[in-house]
């Protein structure tokens, strides 16, 4: 009923730049929260950056300057602008969006499907 859809990443060098786009669709009432999270091989999913629907972020410590969350609500999508890229930034990108929808009372999370994202030489 709901889909989040990733597009945006890819291989570049470090110290290079890539933007991450995610686009709701479907049954939607509004979306509150939206962000940005990674999973390295082997590591646990960790937060990358979120965002209210009035636009307050929060980021981690570890891309704080270096990336840009944002959103255009009338789009229903949210951007991670990644720049000073890091090998240590490698990782599968999810979005989640934190949402309503016109056929259920309630609150729900969903997620997108990931798209890769290889900082290297």
């Known amino acids: 009923q709901v889909q989040l859809v990733e597009s945006g990443g890819g291989l570049v060098q470090p110290g290079g730049s890539l933007r991450l786009s995610c686009a709701a669709s479907g049954r939607i009432s509004s979306i509150r929260a939206m962000g940005w999270y990674r999973q390295a091989p082997g590591k646990q999913r960790e937060l990358v950056a979120t965002?209210?629907?009035?636009?307050?972020?929060n980021y981690a410590d570890s891309v704080k300057g270096r990336f840009t969350i944002s959103r255009d609500n009338a789009k229903n999508t949210v951007y991670l602008q990644m720049n000073s890229l890091k090998p240590e930034d490698t990782a599968v990108y999810y979005c989640?969006?934190?949402?309503?929808?016109?056929?259920?009372?309630?609150?729900?999370?969903?997620w997108g499907q990931g798209t890769q994202v290889t900082v290297s030489s």
């Open positions: 965002i209210t629907g009035g636009g307050s972020t």
């Open positions: 989640n969006a934190d949402l309503t929808v016109t056929y259920a009372s309630g609150t729900y999370m969903y």
